[in-house]
């Protein structure tokens, strides 16, 4: 117990005396946490529309003017025709392109029948399909109000008629910040955790110092420990740092208790150091440490479900998902900011993350070797 | 001229004798294209719903299997009170429940009116608009053909065409952004680490008392990693034209030239990061926080730029990536050619001398 004293003694040391390290521990995630939400705005509005209208008449009008009050496109542009139409595409100053066709009015009304005719730019899928979307919806309901500027329906609706409503649970302003902050944060500590972890005891290893500490009756648990305890300490100030942010900046506050967010950072925490310490044991240099660390990240980070939803990948890569303790802290924080979850409800998580501590943590003692 | 090959041979001895290292380099686009190629979609399906039927006859039925048979929905659990949607939601995996009221087939039957609810987890704003269209889709056909698809009077038609990218593939967008991302860890990362770490180490000592100027010091520990990036952009772009049938559309050429000046301007930012810092550890913070995040927060690779508030898209326009990625994307997938991305080429190598420039300047000869 002395020696870990002593040990923990000399890694807080080692971190407060480095300014620089120090600075990039509080500074850097607090900043991202202040950028990066508003830049990871997926939520689909702004889309540019030009508009060819070879018709000029009422309906195409009021079609135009009905597509620029819906407030989901800027109707900027204006082309006579579909060519320079397609330029604004290539030069993205446009995403879509709407061609209304010569005699359009004439021909509804005489025939019936008319087309519109519709082009996306689809190298961005997500946008080109709720685009499409909304712009069809919106001719839909043109074409409603023209109907029944034909017709006069009789009072008793003879078409059957399902009704849909729908609502949007836990987040009814659809605010893309609610769902981005818990897993920006999530990703902050992760990275601080792991690299640091990993970097420190490379470091020793390069510097030489570790040749001191392995003449020395220290054990390999106290060894491990010494180096973990300090940076979990880290991890869940940054983790505290983060959640002040979220109310201040955000007015984020979690639906659930902070007490069940805290319990399963304190046990995920372990294991992201974990795989931290285990990358150290397997290297020699910071250089091969980051890079691998890093490696580890972008996978874990990709595949966590941070920006693209789980459900819809592959199985091989939903099967990496499953090992992925970044993934399970996504879904986690996620739940019991948004919906408030309680510990009840994440049970299966925790007993997860809890195996990955004990697998990773095992492996690293087991791996570092007192002798060179 | 000899002197600067041996220099450049020295190099090369430092990245192919660190096996790890190499293998990291070297294999990290390919995983990443995998990755971004195959598992990440922006496209929603197998989602899982619940299903809430207070109804229990034949319509709902009907509405309830064609909801299942659709690739976008998998129901996973039939509930039984109104008071289940909140627990079911709280555990997590469903995203949207559909509700039908008591009586439905009834309503519809005698009233031509009934009732659906589709209430969506919302916590992904972009999951819940794109699944609550879905279904409303499925519900919309399903009326139309119990109406018998009588035609109604002045219909307006939509004809619709998906440019570019028909199939709606993720990796059209994804392929020129890990080129980006790619680019800019090898090229900044490794050489800002290279040379603080000959700091570190002390050998800078020695090559700083060589007769060499400290240009052709720079110029040599650039050399390796423009040619290993090179490396990795045929790889890449070998990935994505056979693995996963991105075309490349426009000129190869000058793909390949701009990937250069895009390097280049990357090699430049990471000796400005070397010169300004004496630690590894902080010079891989530096180009991890001020390089790799803004890359791939702000080039518009993963998040639209026009959705960015106005600081956002101000600072957008000096992360060189940003730029980078709309070349290729034109090149690549557009097909466009030098006439309509001359502007773009036009910033990149403005950058590229602004910050080799700035890097020689501060390149200090003596040790402090």
């Known amino acids: 117990m002395r020696t870990l004293k002593f040990l923990l003694q000399k890694e807080f040391r080692q971190i407060f005396r480095d300014p620089g390290i120090l600075r990039i521990i509080f500074m850097m995630p607090a900043i991202q946490l202040l950028i990066l939400p508003w830049a990871a705005d997926y939520e689909v509005k702004n889309i540019n529309l030009t508009l060819v209208d070879h018709d000029h008449s009422t309906y195409s009008q009021q079609l135009a003017s009905k597509i620029a009050a819906s407030g989901y496109f800027h109707l900027q542009n204006y ?17 879509l392109i709407l061609e209304i066709p010569a005699s359009f009015e004439k021909t509804l009304v005489k025939e019936d029948e008319a087309s519109l005719f519709m082009a996306v730019n689809a190298i961005n899928g997500t946008k080109a399909n709720l685009g499409g979307a909304y712009l069809r919806s919106i001719i839909q309901d043109y074409n409603r109000e023209v109907r029944l500027k ?95 942010i979220a109310r201040l900046a955000y007015g984020i506050i979690p639906a659930g208790s902070l007490l069940t967010i805290y319990i399963f950072a304190a046990v995920y925490l372990l294991s992201i150091l974990g795989i931290g310490l285990l990358i150290s044991t397997y290297t020699a240099t910071q250089q091969q440490a980051m890079l691998i660390s890093f490696f580890m990240m972008m996978v874990f980070i990709l595949l966590g479900g941070l920006y693209t939803s789980i459900d819809s990948m592959p199985d091989w890569a939903k099967a990496i998902t499953r090992v992925n303790p970044v993934s399970y802290f996504i879904d986690v924080m996620r739940m019991v900011v948004l919906k408030g979850s309680g510990l009840a409800d994440i049970k299966s998580h925790i007993f997860t993350v809890i195996g990955f501590a004990v697998v990773f943590n095992g492996w690293a003692i087991l791996n570092y070797r007192k002798r060179s | 001229m000899k002197q600067f090959l041996a220099f450049v041979k020295k190099e090369f001895y430092h990245i192919f004798r660190d096996k790890r290292t190499m293998f990291i380099l070297l294999g990290m686009p390919i995983m990443q294209i995998i990755i971004f190629g195959f598992a990440l979609t922006n496209e929603v399906k197998n989602s899982r719903i619940a299903i809430l039927d207070n109804a229990k006859d034949q319509s709902s039925i009907d509405l309830i299997n064609e909801i299942d048979a659709s690739q976008y929905f998998n129901i996973e659990e039939y509930l039984h009170t109104y008071s289940d949607v909140e627990k079911i939601f709280k555990k997590g995996t469903i995203k949207l429940v559909v509700v039908f009221p008591a009586n439905f087939q009834e309503d519809l039957q005698h009233f031509n009116k009934a009732q659906v609810q589709l209430i969506a987890d919302a916590s992904d704003p972009n999951v819940a608009n794109t699944l609550t269209n ?28 998906m440019l ?21 860890l090898v090229c900044t990362l490794m050489t800002a680490i290279t040379i603080v770490r000959e700091k570190e180490m002390g050998t800078m000592e020695i090559m700083l008392v060589s007769p060499m100027q400290p240009f052709i010091i720079i110029l040599s520990k650039a050399v390796p990693y423009l040619l290993l990036s090179m490396i990795n952009v045929t790889s890449i772009l070998l990935l994505s034209v056979f693995a996963l049938d991105v075309p490349i559309n426009g000129s190869l050429l000058l793909l390949v030239g701009e990937s250069i000046l895009f390097t280049l301007a990357c090699l430049a930012f990471g000796l400005f990061i070397s010169t300004s810092t004496d630690s590894q550890q902080t010079a ?39 730029w980078y990625y709309s070349i290729v994307k034109d090149v690549m997938i557009k097909g466009l050619g030098i006439r309509d991305i001359w502007k773009e080429t036009l910033v990149l190598a403005g950058m590229m001398f602004f910050l080799l420039a700035l890097s020689l300047k501060k390149f200090k000869i003596r040790l402090a």
């Open chain 1, 150 to 244: 034909w017709i006069q329906f009789p009072r008793f609706n003879p078409e059957l008629n399902i009704e849909v409503t729908s609502s949007n649970w836990f987040n009814p302003q659809m605010n893309y910040k609610y769902y981005m902050v818990p897993g920006i944060l999530v990703i902050l500590v992760t990275m601080v955790g792991s690299f640091l972890a990993s970097l420190n005891i490379v470091k020793e290893k390069e510097i030489g110092t570790i040749e001191q500490i392995n003449v020395s009756p220290v054990k390999k648990y106290q060894f491990i420990l010494g180096k973990l305890i300090p940076f979990w300490c880290l991890g869940l100030i940054i983790m505290t740092i983060g959640l002040t």
């Open chain 2, 164 to 184: 570019y990218n028909p199939q709606l593939k993720g990796a059209y967008s994804f392929v020129p952004g890990v080129m980006a991302m790619i680019l800019m």
């Open chain 2, 284 to 322: 891989m913070f530096i180009s991890l926080t001020g390089m790799l995040l803004p890359t791939m927060m702000l080039s518009g690779f993963m998040f639209p730029i026009e959705n960015m508030p106005l600081p956002l898209r101000l600072i957008s326009n000096i992360v060189p990536a940003r």
């Open chain 1, 79 to 95: 082309s006579t025709t579909y060519k320079t139409a397609l330029k604004d595409i290539e030069l993205d100053r446009s995403d």
């Open chain 2, 134 to 161: 879905y279904a409303t889709a499925i519900i919309v056909n399903y009326q139309d053909r119990i109406t018998n698809q009588r035609k109604l009077p002045y219909t307006i038609n939509t004809e619709f065409r």
